[in-house]
């Protein structure tokens, strides 16, 4: 007996029918076929212009087993012709299975059928008629091994694909893994089984199947026209006659389907039971009213929509997946804890990060793939790439013993040969126990992120329905208990969900201060060594693995999703913000592992904070199904073509779209009715819909979709599209997409081989080099230093350049060396050793010098004794000296450093042959504090430090003789003494200058700050407040980049990296989005939070160049340099009405919305515009003395005047209006190329201008102030005011930084 039917059988309890009455079977008139066909689909539909709905929930149904027309073949069959094994035996087999029927939505198709192969009433049309078909070819008959092992890949990608014929052909063994067998009478109580299949194409595409299985009771006689081992099977006869032969055969249900819906799979199979026993024709009957049915039920997109449909009166919920890069999950994930504990559970998810080939076993085929997938949720945010067949039938046995990668599952009947395997992990289900072979060595996991784990996992319990459900009263309905039930499921589910992700975001945060996106590096062996070393063997192996490259490769894209997010959420305090010195690694002591108490705390709170992310779905039910097919073929009836049903969904969500307020739920029913809508050959009005998804959730649209759709469309239609706005966006947004999916060569960091340089270097080759090793990022900083190692010359000798390298290794050593012994007296984050003398005496005793970037410190007495020699700010002179030995009778070289503080002796420490190069080092260092200090920029301290270190190697590599530089040491160190030979950054900056920032700081080049603005927090009553930790500046780049800073530490706390040219302006709108509007024609809108765009508007054909908003932030106006405004509903992103269009405008650079009119700056004048018809009131122009046009560059307006920054033939000007008549009331003659920005501020205005000074102006006498601002080193590209007592100028890339003005300062 096998052992499928002996578990079947163990249940005394349960009857053979699943609990139904044992039904009578109707005469049938189909006839035995004697050639057996094999299911195979044409590259042509079989069935055309039947809706198709893209998304469906099932892809088909597929009926496998035997009945009349295949007969019944028992497999190797050698017994004695004459004796009939169904007289001797209660089970008889293995029998061979065949597809008996694929059903889909368009066709419904019997591949075994000798009458009819394919249904000509299914499905029905509108009208109730019959849709011509095409025969599809003659198909043979075996179920061989090969079609199975085509079905598996070497690449596995859970993405949606139309079904083949191939994966069709797969099923019989699939769905009968232990083989097929014949049941006697006698055996009354046959359980349904239901067990699920994953199957992975030849493309690497993965579809799902959910297998129900059973037996149906037929007549059996030996075919008399066949060869032995072959019977006919009639089914009819009642089968409590006498002298009648009957047994039970058996059956399959198969749904395939795109997404891993196993759970709503099983209710759907599972309302089924009561049909199984019916007759061939009526099975067929209900599993294409089935089929039919549900095909039209839409997966829902991801998000907090949930599709609610009746089928058999059972009441079934299609959940969406919770982010658009996770998969679905719709199986109970705390199944694997019910065998494993908590820590085999982790080393199994270890076994997965390692790649180590896997093989689990259960008694229960249906344990295997809903462990393995649980798995596949466990090990989030990495996939699984390989090989993965969760059942191995017994006819594939042998791919256990195939060499390679995989994860499998098979019965445990064969766990001792499983086990025999070399190089093999075994998972006993059952056992609840792990074997790995002894050559497989797996290192521990780290034991901080498994702590934190196994301490927070432990609340997961408390959502357990049953736990709950101990002091609650019982429900007083079904469907009371079902929404409980399901609520409280979903909580448990995501909780461990977040769980097991933040375990992974607690293992591998830390990379990301080892990964620069910028130049598409990681140094890997650098973040190896910063763990502690009882980790580093872990975290080394695991780096070597395919599944950590391509988790490398989302976060070198900067990739932002489920998991960016919540490792942002769950990052501890300290690493949260951006510091000074947090991008340059030198400044880093070499561990940087992070506290067990600050991951705890930070954990915990996050654990806390899954009430908060925890939505409840809102449910959105389908219509009923009426009627039947064959009612709806005889009557005529339009109710349940899928043609009307489309329609009658897209009638009722067009009415729930009307009153929703939830962009979330209003971006899934747009999703939704644009998919119905495309369905039924609506095409156009489909597209419209995914597109607006744009304005509400741009990470659900269906790019690649709707370009399919676009491109197979009838030429005609194609004309229509181009004529539709949607369609510009629809372009530009596939070529981002086909952008996104070409992976860039990745540069991943390794140690350089010296041996192996080319024999010179030239400065591309050396830029980069130096980059990907971290030494500098700037390339103007590099290129200083190509200077100082060639003197002169085009290429870099290599022994140079490695000698250069090793010194500057050499230094990083020593500091991190003596870190130790200094960090209970340094600042942490603020101060670091950057220079540590050799072993010298000074008037402290002997010991070390040691150079910060605040002061000088002396280390004695075997570094027990620490000293604070002077502050480099305190430093009067320093001098060089021989200093006279009595011991030796000697003079040794030494330096004396004199204090301008009164009353201190000056400090003489005898470096020796240090001497010189100490001098320099210092001189640089003290000169950066000295510019640091007269700039306010905080950040010219690291600059100054990075000096210092490539100084010191510099100096250190010259001692080679080789060295190219040897002899020009001094001429080298002139190259990099940046702030010791600078005179114009000493200069005093003037008492309005409260600080600087540098948004470009740690990239490889500078940008110009092309937009700012200033976003004041909101206090704990939900007023707006300059003093609340959430107030921020945002920086459009010049780069495509928006940095966030925080105001009251001005260090950056995020940036955002969508665009894909320069970030040109930025406008708040409410508390909840920023608006960024780029060169790339799209306007990103930013959430606050999260720093992430879901939403963009796609309109604008041109460079989008200003926005503007109205009083009440309800309507907001954009424009494009071609003259072209849009007017925006900023609650729903929808047009308020149609575009205006300027005419004859050269370029439309920027707009303001007041009193209800829109003032719009062109090049050659200012136009005053009625927004609601787009008529132009009024224009302000002007010529200068020649006749000549001013260029109009920026403008504001203020009081009862129009204050407009121009550039003239020689300089520049600043012309003022009467706001009313646009009569010019003076002209201001400024001395600079031109005026950029204007800000105003009580009663002065702030100029701007194109030499990065800023000019000031009394708006009550319209006349100059005599100071003028020395700001920066370019022109300055944007202003504006923060917490009403600052002004910010951001400037061009030559100088690429922020610069804080008060406003209020005193300019006598």
């Not at 099977?233 to 389907?257: A, F, H, M, S």
């Not at 489920?562 to 880093?588: A, K, V, W």
């Not at 040794?892 to 005898?910: C, F, M, Q, W």
């Amino acid at each position: 007996m096998s052992r499928a039917n002996s578990e079947a059988s163990a249940s005394e309890e349960t009857d053979s029918f699943g609990g139904y009455p044992r039904p009578r079977f109707e005469e049938t008139t189909r006839r035995c076929s004697s050639s057996p066909r094999k299911f195979k689909m044409n590259s042509t539909p079989l069935v055309v212009s039947k809706p198709k709905l893209h998304n469906s929930l099932v892809e088909m149904c597929v009926l496998v087993g035997v009945d009349e027309d295949t007969g019944l073949k028992i497999k190797d069959f050698s017994q004695d012709p004459a004796m009939d094994p169904f007289e001797s035996l209660d089970e008889v087999g293995p029998v061979d299975t065949q597809v008996l029927a694929v059903i889909t939505p368009q066709s419904a198709y019997y591949p075994q059928s000798k009458d009819i192969q394919i249904d000509p009433r299914y499905p029905v049309t509108t009208s109730g008629s019959i849709t011509p078909t095409k025969s599809p070819k003659k198909l043979r008959r075996t179920s061989s091994r090969h079609h199975i092992l085509r079905m598996i890949s070497s690449n596995g990608q859970a993405i949606p694909q139309s079904i083949n014929h191939e994966m069709v052909n797969s099923l019989p063994p699939l769905c009968f893994p232990d083989e097929a067998y014949v049941i006697s009478q006698s055996k009354h109580r046959i359980q349904e089984t239901i067990h699920t299949l994953v199957l992975t194409s030849m493309t690497g595409v993965r579809t799902y199947a959910t297998c129900l299985s059973f037996h149906v009771p037929y007549s059996i006689q030996q075919s008399k026209s066949r060869e032995p081992g072959f019977y006919d099977l009639k089914q009819g006869t009642d089968i409590y006659e006498k002298n009648v032969t009957t047994r039970w055969v058996p059956k399959c249900i198969c749904l395939i389907t795109q997404a891993p819906y196993f759970g709503v799979m099983k209710k759907i199979l599972s309302s089924l039971l009561p049909d199984l026993q019916q007759s061939e024709q009526l099975l067929l009957k209900s599993l294409k009213n089935m089929l039919y049915y549900v095909a039209m039920v839409p997966m829902p997109p991801p998000g907090n929509l949930s599709v609610e449909f009746s089928i058999n009166d059972v009441s079934i919920v299609v959940a969406p997946p919770d982010d658009t890069d996770k998969p679905v999950v719709d199986i109970a994930l705390h199944i694997p804890f019910l065998s494993f504990s908590v820590m085999d559970t982790l080393r199994i998810v270890t076994f997965i990060l390692m790649q180590q080939p896997i093989i689990f076993i259960a008694s229960n085929y249906a344990l295997l793939t809903h462990v393995m997938e649980c798995f596949m949720v466990f090990i989030l945010p990495f996939k699984w790439p390989f090989t993965y067949v969760p059942i191995v039938s017994t006819m594939l046995l042998d791919l256990l013993e195939a060499p390679g990668v995989f994860l499998m599952g098979c019965h445990s009947e064969h766990s001792k040969s499983v086990k025999e395997i070399k190089g093999m992990v075994v998972v006993d289900i059952d056992q609840g126990s792990i074997e790995a072979c002894q050559s497989v060595k797996i290192p521990t996991i780290p034991k901080q992120a498994v702590s934190v784990f196994m301490e927070n996992f432990s609340s997961v319990r408390r959502y357990m329905v049953d736990l709950l459900m101990v002091g609650r009263p019982d429900p007083t309905s079904l469907e009371s208990a079902n929404c409980f039930t399901d609520k409280m499921h979903r909580k448990f589910q995501l909780e461990i969900q977040n769980h097991f992700l933040e375990f992974m975001a607690n293992l591998f945060r830390d990379i990301q201060d080892f990964i620069s996106p910028e130049i598409q590096c990681v140094k890997k062996e650098d973040f190896v060594m910063s763990r502690p070393e009882d980790e580093r063997y872990f975290y080394k192996k695991i780096m070597e693995q395919q599944m950590f490259k391509t988790f490398l490769d989302d976060r070198l894209d900067k990739k932002q999703d489920y998991y960016t997010r919540l490792e942002r959420r769950t990052r501890p305090q300290s690493s949260t913000n951006i510091g000074l010195f947090s991008d340059f690694p030198r400044y880093h002591p070499s561990t940087r592992v992070q506290s067990a108490m600050a991951m705890r705390r930070k954990s915990s709170a996050s654990t806390d904070n899954i009430k908060q992310q925890f939505t409840p779905h809102t449910h959105l039910t389908l219509p009923s199904f009426d009627l039947s097919l064959d009612e709806a073929s005889v009557t005529g009836s339009k109710q349940l073509t899928a043609q009307v049903f489309f329609d009658k969904c897209v009638t009722e969500l067009t009415e729930v779209l009307s009153n929703v307020r939830n962009t979330s739920i209003k971006a899934s029913y747009l999703y939704l009715r644009g998919m119905f809508h495309i369905a039924n050959s609506h095409f156009i009005t489909g597209l419209e819909d995914l597109c607006n998804l744009n304005t509400v959730d741009l990470s659900i649209m269906p790019i690649n979709f709707m370009a399919k759709v676009i491109a197979d469309l009838p030429q005609s239609d194609v004309e229509v599209v181009k004529r539709n706005p949607f369609y510009r966006s629809k372009e530009f947004l596939s070529k981002v997409e086909q952008k996104n999916c070409m992976r860039q060569q990745r540069l991943h960091y390794k140690e350089f081989d010296m041996d192996n340089l080319p024999e010179k270097l030239d400065l591309e080759d050396f830029i980069k080099r130096i980059q990907i090793m971290e030494i500098a990022m700037d390339k103007d900083v590099i290129e200083r230093l190509f200077k100082a190692l060639t003197v002169g010359n085009d290429e870099l000798l290599s022994d140079t350049f490695s000698s250069f390298v090793d010194s500057w290794k050499d230094n990083g050593t020593e500091t991190d060396a003596i870190y130790p012994h200094l960090q209970a007296h340094l600042k942490e984050g603020e101060e670091y050793p950057i220079k540590v003398s050799g072993w010298i005496s000074s008037g402290d005793g002997s010991g070390r010098l040691v150079l910060t970037q605040k002061r000088l410190v002396f280390l004695g007495d075997g570094n027990q004794k620490f000293h604070d020699v002077i502050n480099l700010t305190d430093i009067k002179r320093m001098e060089k000296i021989e200093h006279f030995t009595s011991l030796k009778s000697l003079y040794v070289a030494a330096l004396r450093i004199h204090s301008n503080k009164e009353g201190d002796k000056p400090y003489t420490v005898n470096l020796k042959s240090e001497r010189n190069s100490w001098q320099l080092l210092i001189t640089e260092m003290w000169n950066g504090r000295i510019v640091s200090h007269a700039q306010k920029d905080d950040q010219v301290i690291t600059e100054a430090a990075l000096n210092v270190m490539l100084l010191d190697a510099v100096i250190r590599s010259s001692e080679s003789e080789n060295a190219s530089h040897a002899r020009h040491v001094e001429s080298a160190a002139g190259h990099l003494s940046q702030f010791t030979h600078s005179t114009t950054k000493k200069k005093k900056s003037p008492n309005a200058l409260k600080h600087r920032i540098n948004p470009s700081f740690s990239e490889p080049m500078k940008s110009t700050v092309e937009a700012m603005i200033y976003i004041p927090g909101t206090s704990s009553d939900g007023s707006t407040s300059d003093d609340s930790d959430s107030c921020k500046l945002w920086c459009g780049m010049a780069s495509g980049k928006v940095k966030i800073f925080d105001g009251r530490t001005w260090m950056q706390e995020a940036e955002f990296c969508d665009a894909k040219d320069r970030v040109c302006c930025l406008m708040s709108v409410g508390t909840g989005s920023v608006w960024a509007g780029s060169f790339d024609t799209n306007i990103y809108i930013i959430d606050v939070d999260t720093y992430t765009a879901n939403k963009k508007i796609c309109d604008h054909s041109d460079f989008v160049s200003d926005m503007t908003v109205t009083a009440n932030k309800t309507v907001a106006y954009t424009c494009s340099l071609d003259g072209e405004i849009m007017i925006w509903n900023t609650i729903t992103l929808e047009k308020v009405q149609d575009s205006i269009k300027l005419p004859e405008c050269r370029s439309l650079t920027s707009i303001k919305w007041k009193d209800g009119k829109l003032w719009c700056c062109t090049k050659e004048a200012i136009r005053v515009i009625d927004p609601s018809t787009g008529d132009e009131l009024k224009r302000a122009v002007y010529m200068d003395e020649k006749k000549f046009p001013v260029q109009f560059d920026c403008f504001l307006t203020y009081e009862d005047k129009l204050w407009v920054g121009c550039t003239g033939s020689n300089n520049g000007k600043l012309l003022i209006f009467n706001e009313e008549t646009l009569e010019v009331m003076d002209t201001l003659r400024v001395s600079c190329r031109g005026i950029s920005k204007l800000v105003a501020v009580e009663n002065r205005i702030w100029a701007g201008s194109k030499q990065g000074k800023i000019h000031l102006f009394n708006t009550k006498t319209c006349r100059r102030e005599e100071k003028v601002l020395e700001a920066h080193e370019d022109a300055i590209r944007s202003m504006c005011m923060a917490a009403n007592q600052y002004i910010l100028t951001g400037s061009g890339s030559k100088d690429g930084k922020v610069a804080m003005w008060k406003a209020d300062f005193d300019n006598t």
